[in-house]
């Protein structure tokens, strides 16, 4: 309770339904991939712009509010030689990749299915050698997607930050931006 107060603040309700959301983001990572795993979970918030979209380009400023809706990835390592990432969504098909010569190998189809596969591409594309590395991946989110409130940030951010914790390897504010804007 400690850290979810920490995470969220002070306020009973909310911390339960948090509590609730990493309990579902356990026990669906549990029913994948194995119930006796080492994990890590890491949560990325979603993000409102007050002022309105892309007005950084015009020279203004932007003006984020942080949301109470968030994605949550748990990972694990494996020894699988692969990195197999589930979405909770059923609308969203599982992406695994191998890994050869400290790159990912995969393919692209295109359906709606995988329309999320970009994203994990791109971060696991600009993660450097020492942390790709064979795991499991569960992305729980409450973030509505396509709706303007940062899911596709966040799901990269927290896909990045998830494989970095792995290896115990913290990431700063500047490079997680340079990862997450390619």
């Given at each position: 309770?400690?850290?979810?107060?920490?995470?969220?603040?002070?306020?009973?309700?909310?911390?339960?339904?948090?509590?609730?959301?990493?309990?579902q983001?356990?026990?669906?990572f549990?029913?994948?991939?194995?119930?006796?795993?080492d994990?890590?979970?890491?949560?990325a918030?979603?993000?409102?712009?007050?002022?309105?979209?892309?007005?950084?380009?015009?020279g203004?400023?932007?003006?984020h509010?942080l949301?109470?809706?968030?994605?949550?990835?748990?990972?694990?390592?494996?020894?699988?030689?692969?990195?197999r990432?589930?979405?909770c969504?059923?609308?969203?098909?599982?992406?695994?990749?191998?890994?050869?010569?400290?790159?990912?190998?995969?393919?692209?189809?295109?359906?709606?299915?995988?329309?999320?596969?970009?994203?994990?591409?791109?971060?696991?594309?600009?993660?450097?050698?020492?942390?790709?590395?064979?795991?499991?991946?569960?992305?729980?989110?409450?973030?509505?997607?396509?709706?303007?409130?940062?899911?596709?940030s966040?799901?990269?951010?927290?896909?990045?930050?998830?494989?970095?914790?792995?290896?115990?390897?913290?990431?700063?504010?500047?490079?997680?931006?340079?990862?997450?804007?390619?």
């Amino acid at each position: 309770a400690h850290v979810l107060r920490q995470l969220y603040g002070s306020n009973a309700s909310h911390i339960r339904a948090r509590r609730g959301a990493w309990k579902q983001a356990l026990e669906s990572f549990g029913q994948r991939f194995g119930y006796d795993r080492d994990v890590l979970l890491v949560r990325a918030p979603g993000r409102a712009d007050l002022v309105g979209m892309h007005i950084e380009h015009q020279g203004g400023t932007q003006n984020h509010v942080l949301l109470s809706r968030e994605v949550i990835v748990v990972v694990s390592k494996t020894t699988s030689g692969q990195i197999r990432i589930e979405n909770c969504s059923p609308q969203h098909e599982a992406y695994v990749t191998g890994i050869h010569q400290e790159r990912i190998v995969s393919a692209l189809p295109s359906s709606t299915s995988t329309a999320w596969w970009p994203y994990l591409v791109g971060v696991l594309e600009n993660l450097p050698p020492s942390v790709l590395t064979p795991a499991d991946v569960l992305v729980w989110s409450d973030l509505p997607e396509a709706a303007t409130l940062g899911s596709s940030s966040a799901l990269c951010v927290a896909l990045s930050v998830a494989m970095h914790a792995l290896h115990g390897i913290p990431i700063n504010a500047h490079e997680m931006v340079r990862m997450v804007d390619k």
